[in-house]
């Protein structure tokens, strides 16, 4: 049977070489005259240059975007749109940034024109996350959603190569939940498959050389395509995962994703065959069964990380996280058992292979 719901989302999205350059005229597109541009403290040379370019139109700078949107943060962001006036937000970054973002937004309704500098893919969804006393919550509204995405793959060439390859992953984590979701469909099993396969094409060929400005452009179109997966179908297993190992844990968010992958994909090869089968050929595969381990083959090859251990898991929290990871589960399409889960863990802490 071949039954589905598509629902598009709206957003405009320019994807050039150079397309800084179409700010100004952008943000004029939205009607906006008072810009906030957002970003964090690392980049904020580049909130600069951005300012610069839309010189009259730059109402001011806000570069305190940290990871997970801190509620203070946002508070001190929405403040000062407020106390600037600002009737548009550009964040220029990476998830953190454009998380502030989203964070202005929801309670403002200011549009977002974002030009994304990893490939996290916050830019593509109306997905919002903050956090509170340890606890960060998330949702979803239309209003958080960019109105515009400008990719410039020029704006990524200086991401270092480690970071590169993690949060590349981590695009590639959207792409492959994306082809099991409870609410899959042929349109986004698409851009799932060629996002896996631009992504492993180019990946390796950043991390030999960070300024390969081909292999740069073909991994920012990966990471639109799977940005767009996870803007428009609901995650599983991994994504739980990941968000409780990095809330509850402060692991970094990108490397959770990356080491977690190969065992969430092998957690789920046997319920949903299908799916990553089409993983394992978008990777140079063949069958299901070699999905996890083709995706710890390439983590391994692009030099990441690949136990938690290494990125400063305790190992008496991982039964901690199987019971936050297993009390409320997202749909997953094999059962979320507590000790399966929790068993997973305690390879992905170890580092085991998953053939
Ligand atoms: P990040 O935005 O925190 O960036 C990591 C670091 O890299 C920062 O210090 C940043 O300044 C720096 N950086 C970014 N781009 C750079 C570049 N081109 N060159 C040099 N340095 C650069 O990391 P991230 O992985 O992009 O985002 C992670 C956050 O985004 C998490 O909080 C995550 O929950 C959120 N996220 C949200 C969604 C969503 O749909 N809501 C999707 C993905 C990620």
Known sequence: ??????????????????????????????????????????????????????????????????????????????????????????????????????????????????????????EMTPIYGMTENGLKTTGRDLRVLPKTVLYDPLLTRDLPAALSAASGMNAMAHAVEALYAQDANPIVSLMAEEAIRSLARALPAIVADIHDDAARADALYGAWLAGACLGAVGMALHHKVCHTLGGSFNLPHAQTH????????????????????????????????????????????????????????????VGQAAKIATENPYYNPRPVLHDDVLAMLQRAWRGDSVA
């Open 1 to 122: 049977m071949l039954d589905f719901v598509y629902q598009a989302l709206p957003a405009r999205v320019i994807f050039q070489t150079g397309a800084l350059a179409r700010l100004p005229d952008e943000v004029q597109r939205l009607g906006a005259r008072r810009v906030l541009v957002l970003t964090t403290p690392g980049q904020r040379p580049l909130g600069e240059k951005a300012a610069q370019a839309l010189g009259p139109l730059a109402a001011g700078i806000c570069s305190e975007a940290v990871m997970h949107v801190p509620s203070e943060a946002a508070q001190a962001a929405r403040a000062q749109a407020e106390q600037l006036s600002a009737d548009c937000c550009v964040a220029i970054g990476g998830g953190s940034t454009i998380g502030l973002g989203k964070a202005i937004a929801l309670t403002s309704s200011l549009p977002i024109l974002a030009v994304p500098t990893t490939y996290a893919g916050s």
């Open 258 to 317: 990356a080491i977690m992958l190969p065992y969430t994909a092998h957690y789920n090869q046997t319920a949903a065959p299908k799916a990553l089968q089409r993983v394992a050929r978008a990777l140079g595969g063949d069958t299901a069964a070699q999905a996890g381990a083709l995706l710890m083959a390439l983590n391994r090859s692009l030099g990441l990380p690949w136990s938690l251990a290494q990125i400063g898991m305790p190992e008496d929290g």
